[in-house]
Every structure is written in C-alpha cells, then in structure tokens.
C-alpha cells in the first residue's frame, strides 16, 4: 500500500537535488523500486509518454506518478516538480523588494563568506586525502591561481583542470 505522504515526499525530494530533465530519474528509480512501488516498465513508460508528449522532458514524472499510483499519484507528482521553482519565484519577489536593504546586503556578504570558507576547506579536506601526491597538488594551486586572476570562467577551470588531469594520470 502507498503512503501518499511518502510518495509525495519522494518525488518532492527528486525534484529538489535535480536540475531538471531526467536528472531526477535515478533517485526515484532507487526509492519506488526500493519500495517496490514501482517496476522497471514504468519508468520506460514514463518516459515514453514524455517524449511524445509537448511540452518540458521533466514533466515524464507526472506520467510515471499515473503509472505507480493513478490520478493520485499523477496529481502528487505534479505538485511535487512544480514546488520548488515556485518556491524560487516567491523568494526571488520578496528578495527583489528587499534586495536594497543594509542588513540584507550584510547577509548577503556573510553567506558568501562562509561559501567561500566551505570551498576553501573542502579543497584542503580532499587534498589532505591520503595518496594526494604533487599531481593533485598542482593542479589545485594552478586552478587556484588561475581563479585569483579572475580572468577565466569557472567552466574554462574545470576543463583545463580536466584536461591536466587527464594528461597527468594517463
């Protein structure tokens, strides 16, 4: 028997830690299957009907939420993808309104800071790894120094340091 709270729950959190798309097919695959709500057909189905379907390739998990649990599940589905970018547009409206205000610009800054604190300690956390040689070492302070020049894109970072990787561990 599905607990509807769970199964919105599922979905809910899919459609949160997911970028969109298909991303969130591998989560719900693992916890409806897990719960054996689900069987591999549906997920096939899903996205069967998705594709010839208009309209934006995430809405396939509505389909699947007919599949596993009819128009309840249909509806619960829905609600569930449709949640966070509400969420997103609420508080992009209310930012907007308040955006100006001192204490909000010092959160702001504060929150960046401690992004900034968090990056720099999971960096020294995962180089400090036991086995990280010079390889691993110089990669991070060449991307380190290449970021303090501001002059690359994050995205140009990552591939260049990809690419050293790629040559360094070949």
């Known amino acids: 028997m599905i607990n509807p709270l769970l199964y919105f729950l599922i979905f809910l959190r899919a459609s949160l830690f997911s970028s969109g798309g298909l991303a969130n097919l591998p989560m719900l ?6 719960l054996k ?10 996205i069967a009907i998705s594709e ?6 995430g809405l ?10 009819g128009i309840p599940g249909a509806a619960l589905a ?18 907007d309104r308040i955006e100006r205000q001192r204490w909000v610009q010092g959160m702001m800054k504060g929150i960046t800071l401690a992004i900034v604190g968090i990056s720099l300690a999971s960096g020294w956390n995962l180089i400090q790894q036991p086995g990280a ?8 302070l060449c991307v380190f120094a290449l970021g303090l020049t501001q002059k690359f894109h994050v995205v ?13 561990y070949h």
Not at 52 to 57: A, E, I, K, R, T
Not at 133 to 140: D, F, H, S, T, V
Not at 156 to 168: E, N, Y
């Open 29 to 34: 695959q693992q916890d409806l299957l897990g």
């Open 37 to 46: 709500w689900a069987q591999h057909a549906d997920f096939g189905r899903a």
């Open 52 to 57: 010839l379907s208009p309209g934006p390739s």
């Open 60 to 69: 396939w998990v509505i389909a699947l939420g007919y599949l596993t649990y």
């Open 78 to 95: 829905f609600i569930a993808i449709i949640l966070p970018p509400l969420f997103v547009l609420v508080i992009s409206a209310i930012y």
């Open 133 to 140: 040689g010079w390889r691993e070492w110089a990669i991070a």
């Open 156 to 168: 140009i970072l990552l591939a260049l340091a990809g690419i050293a990787g790629f040559f360094l």
